[in-house]
């Protein structure tokens, strides 16, 4: 069973396009991010969501909108896709206040914008 | 600040040697310093962890070193092995922040 699942995991579209990265965690965890990382493997958090509700939000342009229907979900719309949106987004989850506080990584999802 | 350094970016070593990767903080308040490895096409994994309160925490070939004076932490891998190629990250924390600063990544390849 996957601990942190992600779907698509390629995405291959047009610029001005709009599309979801959907995320689901099968850990019990009460906290969800999104992070991205770029072609350096830079690794930059973008949102945050602690029992539906969001606690991070970094610079990130309003086009980028996440929504969490329930603890164990969360998902990822872009709109107006630009160039500089290609990169891949890693969904993870956390228990807040664990031991660790570990951080569990889905696989990825891929997104390059042509 | 919120800053962490890593180096280096890139590191080669011989299959049997030891892989250092160096960080450096600049929050004194984080107080949770993880690292990740990272293969390819695959999300980061937490590997080891430390807290400040310990200089020093081993597991199998893995080790972090931390000066907490001179805000700094580094892995090292003992027994370097092909299978360790990877991309390592560290990362800092402050408890109940729910944030992690990721340093930008080191990619190691080990030679067979």
């Known amino acids: 069973d996957t601990a942190v699942s992600q779907t698509p995991k390629y995405l291959v579209t047009q610029m001005g396009n709009d599309k979801s990265i959907k995320c689901e965690q099968n850990?019990?965890?009460?906290?969800m991010y999104w992070y991205k990382q770029d072609s350096k493997k830079f690794l930059k958090i973008m949102f945050s969501y602690n029992n539906k509700e969001l606690i991070i939000n970094e610079t990130v342009p309003n086009r980028f909108s996440p929504k969490s229907p329930d603890k164990a979900h969360l998902n990822l719309h872009i709109n107006s896709l630009e160039l500089g949106d290609s990169a891949v987004y890693f969904c993870?989850?956390?228990?807040?206040?664990?031991?660790?506080?570990?951080?569990?990584f889905g696989e990825g999802s891929r997104l390059t914008v042509l | 600040q919120q800053q962490v350094k890593q180096s280096p970016q890139s590191l080669i070593v011989q299959k049997g040697g030891i892989s250092i990767i160096n960080c450096a903080y600049e929050?004194?308040?984080?107080?949770?310093f993880p690292w990740y490895q990272q293969f390819p096409g695959k999300g980061p994994a937490l590997l080891i962890a430390i807290r400040p309160d310990v200089s020093e925490k081993k597991e199998g070939r893995f080790t972090i070193s931390f000066n907490k004076s001179a805000k700094q932490f580094s892995l090292h891998i003992m027994d370097s092995q092909p299978g360790d190629s990877a991309t390592y990250f560290c990362?800092?924390?402050?408890?109940?922040?729910?944030?992690?600063?990721f340093g930008t990544g080191t990619r190691l390849k080990v030679l067979a």
């Open positions: 850990l019990g965890h009460d906290t």
């Open positions: 929050n004194t308040a984080f107080d949770y």
């Open positions: 990362a800092a924390s402050l408890s109940g922040t729910y944030k992690y600063i």
């Open positions: 993870a989850s956390s228990q807040i206040g664990s031991p660790t506080g570990e951080l569990f």
